[in-house]
């Protein structure tokens, strides 16, 4: 929902990124406002993922042109544990396993530590115990996945289900889910979705990143984003995102083609 006190939480402008000396994103713009959930969708190799990487602090990425401010600070001046501490959330498409770290340990220490960034109170282990269950409830999580280990010998949902129960944690300014959907059954994903849906309010924002239209079913978004080739070429409300899926990307392409050209030549064709 777009609301009319909302302010700029994200700002992107002409970003170019490069990994291994190939560059992957090219001239980037992208503004995000605080309520807007937005959707980035697009081919494989478009440049989605990386662009969320990138913006979360992935070593293996440069950035080779453009700027990111986040929430009027300079993001590439902050190391990407300090972008998690000031509320950016990255949700991986492949959240990895910790063996050995167990889940309730990891999550208290995360949530404590963002806490103590704000300036608010912390949790004791008994404290966090019955704070944890709680927001378990809201993704219908049994209480079990807080004595195993980071995700270890978790089933895809599951993981999904333990990404979205840190966001609901770490209550961040800004959420990029990678793909949440990737894996994900009917059920697993109505639950992720439900829990999404009742973490997005006027303060925060959201981003997916997605290829298909079936997780914006149940996330409707503000803005749908086509990504192609590194660069944003298309922006549209929700209904975009049900063309594309009846129509496929190459017509997007293609007009955005044709507009490139009658820029360059002033002439239609």
């Known amino acids: 929902m777009i609301y009319q006190d909302s302010k700029v939480l994200l700002e992107v402008r002409g970003l170019r990124a490069s990994v291994n000396g190939?560059?992957?994103?090219?001239?980037?713009?992208?503004?995000?406002?605080?309520?807007?959930?937005?959707?980035?969708?697009?081919?494989?190799?478009?440049?989605?993922?990386?662009?969320?990487?990138?913006?979360?602090?992935?070593?293996?990425?440069?950035?080779?042109?453009?700027?990111?401010?986040?929430?009027?600070?300079?993001?590439f001046d902050m190391k990407p544990e300090e972008r998690a501490r000031a509320g950016m959330f990255l949700a991986f498409q492949y959240p990895i396993e910790i063996p050995g770290v167990g889940n309730n340990q990891f999550l208290r220490l995360t949530y404590n530590t963002v806490q103590k960034q704000r300036g608010l109170e912390e949790l004791d282990p008994l404290e966090f115990d019955d704070f944890v269950r709680e927001k378990m409830k809201l993704l219908e999580m049994n209480p079990d996945f807080l004595d195993r280990s980071v995700n270890a010998g978790f089933s895809g949902g599951e993981k999904k289900r333990n990404e979205i129960l840190q966001m609901a944690l770490l209550e961040p300014h800004v959420a990029f889910l990678d793909e949440t959907d990737s894996g994900l059954d009917i059920d697993a994903l109505r639950i992720v979705a439900q829990g999404v849906n009742l973490l997005a309010n006027k303060d925060n924002a959201v981003v997916m990143v997605t290829h298909y239209q079936r997780l914006l079913s149940y996330i409707v978004p503000d803005f749908v984003h086509v990504m192609e080739a590194g660069r944003i070429i298309r922006t549209g409300g929700k209904e975009l995102a049900l063309e594309l899926e009846s129509r496929g990307y190459d017509w997007v392409s293609d007009e955005h083609q044709q507009a490139t050209e009658v820029s360059a030549t002033g002439v239609a064709t």
């Not at 995000?32 to 697009?42: D, N, Q």
């Not at 478009?46 to 950035?63: M, Q």
């Open 22 to 75: 190939i560059e992957i994103l090219k001239g980037l713009d992208f503004t995000v406002r605080s309520g807007e959930i937005h959707a980035i969708m697009g081919q494989n190799g478009s440049g989605k993922s990386t662009f969320a990487k990138v913006l979360a602090g992935h070593p293996a990425y440069e950035v080779t042109a453009g700027s990111v401010v986040y929430e009027g600070q300079n993001l």
